[in-house]
């Protein structure tokens, strides 16, 4: 059996003679050596050669409560008995609040008594070693992690974020454990859903909702949950693993929409080739009614085939407008100042602008960056979504405001207007074609819009607002593969 090696650290030769005499009365297991200051007690504990250290409270230069607190600073590991002449209970719970393993009077101590606290000093100390290693592994694992975990509690308080969650929603540690956890969730009906599946299994797999971060990003993610009770505070505790999925969201979006401008590219070729004939046949018919001597005195006649030719022509344009909407095109790509295109965009809109009375504001960044891009076919895309909140504005003041914003490899274009807005069960409609709520309007500008960003391998979505619509396009910063040719 594996001896245990005990330091007693006394200045008194005495002491240090009546604690041998207990100690010779136990087994050959426990050795006691000795040391008569408190600098040399200091110095054995660094050498950590013992395994249990008897500590005389009163040791001349200071007190064994100093040496304590100086063992646990320097990183002591072994469990540390506090001895006293007599029973001090402020003494001893002062030791006990520090770190001490146990506390005895000298005067009570008995071969039986010390053996069995030296015994179970070890124990305690050996399985809060143990512990705090786990602990320890536990936060390397915490903080490391490449995914935000969160550590929360059913009424919603937090407990712990590990680095990358909070740099993820952007807060700080102290003023996100003020917060409820409803904080980060966008909708309030996904975190009373996670809530009631976590507690009714105890773990849940894969729950995806919509998370928000402090400055209003919103993230698709999925939660990984298990609840877990804190033996400290008596209480359960979610330990919560957020995956962000919004790239792969963002993915099978463009995989949808590109399926949808595959479709409709061949609806309206085919649309086209069979609308052209009897459109030409109709042209023909009406120019030979025009031609006809006994007709071309007739005003009434003509003012009727006249409204067919014009009816005719915009339905040609129509279908014009329809394929080219649909029609993917080679993109001429060279690099330009995202800047210099949103203000040549507003230039040649000017007339538009001014012709309806609408103030125009814009915030842009200041960027030396250089996007890689089609500039016609990206300044038609912004001509669209403008002209499509002058179409929204109905009543004065009529305000767009147009701002440009960087996100990592990305550069946002926002075009905001005070207009009517889109109520919620026309959100998913807007980009589809010739959908449209406006008075003569073909619906085909958002669907040109979102046809050209996505060739890009950008992107345009529309943000709730309160009054009128945002519209947020996002184009990358540099991107050479993967566009259409």
Request: net charge negative; with cysteine; charged share 30%.
């Amino acid at each position: 059996m594996k001896q245990v090696r005990v330091l007693l650290i006394d200045d008194d030769e005495d002491d240090y003679i009546l604690t041998k005499a207990v100690f010779d009365r136990l087994s050959d297991r426990y050795s006691l050596s000795w040391v008569n200051s408190y600098e040399k007690g200091i110095n054995a504990i660094l050498k950590r050669q013992h395994d249990v250290y008897l500590v005389d409270y009163r040791l001349g230069k200071g007190t064994g409560i100093d040496l304590l607190k100086e063992a646990l600073n320097s990183g002591c590991v072994k469990p540390i008995i506090m001895l006293t002449g007599k029973g001090d209970r402020t003494i001893d719970e002062q030791a006990m609040n520090i770190g001490a393993a146990d506390y005895m009077v000298k005067d009570e101590i008995e071969p039986v008594i010390i053996e069995r606290s030296i015994r179970y000093s070890i124990k305690h100390a050996d399985g809060l070693r143990a512990l705090q290693d786990s602990e320890r592994k536990y936060r390397a694992i915490f903080e490391q992690a490449n995914d935000p975990i969160l550590i929360s509690e059913y009424s919603g308080r937090i407990h712990d974020m590990n680095s990358c969650g909070l740099s993820f929603f952007g807060y700080r540690l102290d003023e996100l454990q003020k917060l409820p956890d409803d904080v980060i969730f966008k909708n309030r009906t996904d975190i009373e859903k996670f809530r009631d599946l976590l507690e009714k299994s105890g773990s849940l797999t894969d729950f995806e909702c919509e998370l928000v971060s402090k400055d209003g990003i919103v993230y698709h993610c999925s939660l990984s949950s298990f609840i877990q009770t804190d033996m400290i505070s008596v209480s359960e505790v979610y330990h919560t693993i957020i995956r962000d999925l919004s790239y792969r969201k963002h993915i099978e979006e463009k995989s949808v929409n590109l399926g949808k401008m595959s479709i409709s590219e061949h609806i309206a070729k085919g649309l086209g080739d069979e609308i052209r004939d009897p459109l030409s046949a109709i042209n023909l018919a009406v120019d030979e009614l025009a031609s006809d001597q006994v007709l071309a005195y007739s005003e009434s006649v003509q003012s009727y085939l006249e409204i067919i030719k014009t009816n005719c022509d915009r339905v040609t344009r129509l279908m014009q407008n329809f394929i080219s909407s649909t029609e993917t095109k080679t993109l001429n790509l060279q690099r330009h100042s995202i800047n210099e295109v949103i203000e040549e965009t507003i230039a040649e809109m000017e007339d538009l602008i001014t012709g309806h009375n609408i103030k125009l504001t814009k915030q842009l960044l200041e960027s030396e960056h250089r996007v890689l891009l089609d500039k016609t076919k990206v300044k038609s895309a912004l001509i669209s979504v403008i002209k499509n909140a002058v179409e929204a504005m109905q009543t004065y003041p009529k305000i767009i405001h147009i701002t440009s914003t960087s996100d990592k490899d990305m550069f946002e274009i926002g075009i905001e207007d005070n207009g009517t807005g889109v109520i919620q069960e026309n959100q998913d409609k807007i980009f589809e074609p010739f959908f449209t709520t406006k008075k003569r309007a073909s619906g085909l500008g958002l669907t040109h819009a979102q046809r050209v960003l996505t060739t890009h391998n950008g992107s345009i979505k529309l943000k709730s607002q309160a009054n009128g619509s945002l519209f947020l396009i996002r184009i990358p910063i540099y991107n050479e593969g993967a566009l259409w040719h």
